[in-house]
């Protein structure tokens, strides 16, 4: 019976030791980071159509785990973008795979540098607020960086909360304010 008993826990010992070593083994180092896909839509950003997009390649260079795609016929967007004769400003986000913004490329704001416009006006739509008066390195500061400024790109407190805004996100829909280039 002893020996039973010694052979019964050896035994268990000896699958408790394999389990735990294929568990290691098998599981991954650690999880893939959660991407959120975002659409938008330029089809009503007239002369602006190009500068919307590069807008957009801002972000999906910069942000990990959010993307941003075009519309494809038939499919709902995310973000609206309308050309208008106004100052640009935005519906403010962050904005969720079962929400929309909307995003108005103002004419008002010729002078400026229109990817920057395009890129500062989606910082809004994940959720940035203006960070008015800054410096141009700051894309949330909009036109108070200047009509010579050229960054397009967000600034690391920027692009942080970006991050943030979606990490791990389960899409809920925000409340939307607006804000203004």
């Known amino acids: 019976m002893r020996g039973t008993a010694v052979f019964r826990r050896a035994a268990f010992g000896a699958v408790a030791a394999l389990t735990l070593a294929l568990t290691a083994v098998t599981a991954p180092a650690s999880a893939a980071p959660l991407v959120t896909t975002l659409t938008y839509d330029n089809s009503q950003a007239a002369e602006f159509k190009d500068a919307v997009d590069k807008g957009m390649e801002?972000?999906?260079?910069?942000?990990?785990?959010?993307?941003?795609?075009?519309?494809?016929?038939?499919?709902?967007?995310?973000?609206?973008?309308?050309?208008?004769?106004?100052?640009?400003?935005?519906?403010?986000?962050?904005v969720r795979a079962n929400g929309s913004v909307t995003w108005w490329f103002g004419r008002?704001?010729?002078?400026?540098?229109?990817v920057r416009i395009a890129a500062h006006e989606t910082g809004h739509s994940l959720g940035l607020p203006d960070m008015k008066p800054g410096p141009c390195s700051s894309l949330m500061s909009g036109s108070t960086g200047g009509v010579d400024c050229a960054n397009v790109n967000p600034n690391a407190s920027e692009l942080s909360r970006v991050e943030n805004n979606y990490a791990g996100t389960a899409a809920t829909n925000t409340h939307v304010l607006s804000a203004a280039y």
Do not use: C, F, M
């Open 58 to 94: 801002v972000w999906n260079t910069n942000a990990k785990n959010v993307k941003i795609v075009k519309v494809t016929p038939g499919q709902r967007a995310n973000i609206t973008i309308i050309a208008d004769d106004s100052w640009p400003h935005a519906e403010l986000g962050p």
């Open 108 to 114: 008002q704001a010729s002078n400026y540098n229109h």
